[in-house]
C-alpha cells in the first residue's frame, strides 16, 4: 500500500561537526538511537542542503525550503513570522516586528534587554493595545506577547515600508535609537515615524502599569520598553492545500517555525508542555502529530531542543537530549499509510554555537520507499544512502512522488 500521508520531523539543529567531549564523534553518533537507526535502516537516507550548498541557514529559511517555498522569493524578513507565530494574523502588505520587552533605568539607559526574562506579558500586551493610538499617523497596530519576554507588532496603514531600522542598541548599558528609515522613500519614513511613536507612548503605558509596579516592589526590573527590530512586510504566498492539495498541521512551540506554518497555512496545533526546549513534552508533540495524521494528510513537528543545546556548546547534552528525542519516536513505528521524513533544518555545531551550513542527514521510511545500505541515522552514514546529496528544495517534490501526488512532467 502507498503512503497517503506525509509527517515531516525536523529535529531543529540536530546536525553537527565531530566535537573533541564526544571523542570525536558527532552527538548524533554519540547517541545511543536504536529507533531512528531502525528508520534509516528501513529507509532511504541521504544528506541535504537546506537551503543551498555553503549557505547558512536560519531556522526561518530552512523550514520554508524543507516546505518547498524558495526562500529567495518568499522570505520577507522575520517580523511577519514571528508575529504570525504570535498570532497576529498577517495581510499582505502589513509590516511586521519582532519585539522584547525591556528594562530602562532612570537615566533612559537599557539595563536589561529581556526584562529580567519576564514572562506572563499578556496583561502588560493588552494595556498597550487599548492606551496606544496611532490613527493621527494613519496607522492601526495589532500586538501581541510571545513566549517568555518576546511579543510582536504588526503595523497596518496606507503605504508603510519595511526599510527602517530598530531601537535595540543590542548591548546593555546604552541607550535605545530612534528608529530611522533607511531609505529616501516616503514609505518608510512613515513606518519609522509610527514605530517612534509607539515605542513613545507604550513606554508610559508600561510605567504606570500595576504588574511593573509589582515587580518593582518585589526588586525585579520592570518591562517599560519594548525593542522593536526585524522589520519585513507580509507578502502573498501562495497556500500549502492551493500548491500541493494536502491539508496540514504544524506542531511546534517555537514561535518562528509556528509562523512560517501559518504563513503557509498550515493550522497550529498547541501542546501541553511543549516548550521549545530541552524540557518539552517530546511525548506530548508525537501523540499530538499521531492524533493530527488521523484527520490531515501533512504534519509539519518541529522539535527544537538539540538546537538550544549547540548554541549553549554543550555537546554531552545534546547527545542525551538526542537520545530522549528517539525514545519519544518510538510510536512512529506503528503508523500505517504514512511517510515519515525525518531531517534537521540546519547544522548547529556545539563547537561554534552557530548555525553552519554542513549538509543535515535525512530519512524517508515508508511503503514501498526503496532502501540502502544505511543503518544509522547521522551525519556521516546517511552520506552513504541512496539520496545522495539533495537540496531542500527537493524534499517535498520526492515526498509528494512518494505518494503518488505527483504530476508528470511531459507526455
Ligand atoms: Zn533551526
Ligand atoms: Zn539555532
Given at each position: 500500500m502507498t503512503a497517503s500521508r506525509i509527517l515531516l520531523l525536523v529535529l531543529d539543529g540536530i546536525s553537527d561537526r565531530p566535537c573533541r567531549e564526544l571523542g570525536h564523534l558527532t552527538p548524533l553518533q554519540a547517541a545511543n538511537t536504536p529507533v531512528l537507526d531502525r528508520i534509516a535502516r528501513e529507509g532511504i537516507c541521504g544528506i541535504m542542503d537546506?537551503?543551498?550548498?555553503?549557505?547558512?541557514?536560519g531556522s526561518d529559511t530552512s523550514h520554508l525550503s524543507l516546505l518547498g517555498y524558495d526562500p529567495k522569493s518568499c522570505y520577507t524578513g522575520r517580523g511577519p513570522l514571528e508575529a504570525l507565530g504570535c498570532g497576529i494574523r498577517m495581510e499582505p502588505g502589513m509590516i511586521g516586528f519582532r519585539c522584547n520587552y525591556a528594562t530602562i533605568g532612570s537615566d533612559g539607559r537599557v539595563l536589561d534587554r529581556r526584562a529580567g526574562r519576564i514572562h506572563r506579558t499578556q496583561p502588560l500586551s493588552e494595556a498597550i493595545e487599548e492606551g496606544v493610538d496611532l490613527s493621527s499617523l494613519g496607522v492601526s497596530f495589532v500586538f501581541r506577547s510571545g513566549a517568555g519576554h518576546r511579543a510582536a507588532l504588526a503595523l497596518k496603514g496606507n503605504r508603510l515600508g519595511a526599510n527602517v531600522s530598530s531601537n535595540d542598541p543590542k548591548?546593555?548599558?546604552l541607550f535605545p535609537m530612534q528608529v530611522r528609515p533607511l531609505t529616501e522613500r516616503e514609505e518608510d519614513r512613515r513606518t519609522a515615524d509610527a514605530c517612534n511613536e509607539f515605542v513613545r507612548q507604550s513606554k508610559e503605558v508600561l510605567e504606570k502599569h500595576p504588574l511593573n509596579r509589582e515587580r518593582i516592589a518585589r526588586g525585579e526590573p520592570p518591562a517599560n520598553l519594548v525593542l522593536v527590530r526585524g522589520a519585513g512586510e507580509m507578502g502573498h504566498i501562495e497556500p500549502f492545500g492551493e500548491r500541493y492539495g494536502l491539508e496540514g498541521s504544524v506542531i511546534s512551540a517555537a514561535a518562528l517555525v509556528t509562523g512560517i506554518g501559518r504563513a503557509v497555512g498550515l493550522e497550529h496545533v498547541s501542546v501541553e508542555g511543549a516548550t521549545?526546549?530541552?524540557d518539552t513534552n517530546l511525548e506530548g508533540k508525537v501523540?499530538?502529530?499521531i492524533g493530527e495524521l488521523g484527520r490531515r494528510e501533512f504534519v509539519l513537528m518541529n522539535i527544537k531542543g538539540a538546537d538550544e543545546a549547540s548554541h549553549d556548546g554543550l555537546a554531552?547534552?545534546?547527545?542525551?537530549?538526542?537520545?530522549?528525542?528517539d525514545a519519544s519516536l518510538q510510536p512512529?513505528?506503528?503508523l500505517e499509510g504514512v511517510l515519515l521524513v525525518i531531517c534537521?533544518?540546519?547544522?548547529?555545531?556545539?563547537?561554534?554555537?552557530?548555525?553552519?551550513?554542513?549538509?543535515?542527514?535525512?530519512v524517508i521510511h515508508g511503503d514501498g520507499v526503496r532502501t540502502d545500505g544505511v543503518a544509522s541515522f547521522d551525519e556521516i552514514s546517511c552520506a552513504n544512502g541512496g539520496l545522495h546529496r539533495i537540496s531542500g528544495l527537493s524534499l517535498m517534490p520526492i515526498a509528494l512522488d512518494l505518494i503518488n501526488k505527483a504530476h508528470k512532467y511531459g507526455a
Open positions: 537546506t537551503i543551498g550548498a555553503g549557505v547558512r541557514p548591548k546593555e548599558g521549545g526546549s530541552m501523540r499530538a502529530a554531552r547534552e545534546k547527545a542525551a537530549f538526542i537520545e530522549r528525542i512512529l513505528e506503528e534537521g533544518d540546519h547544522s548547529t555545531p556545539c563547537a561554534i554555537r552557530e548555525h553552519s551550513a554542513d549538509p543535515v542527514p535525512v
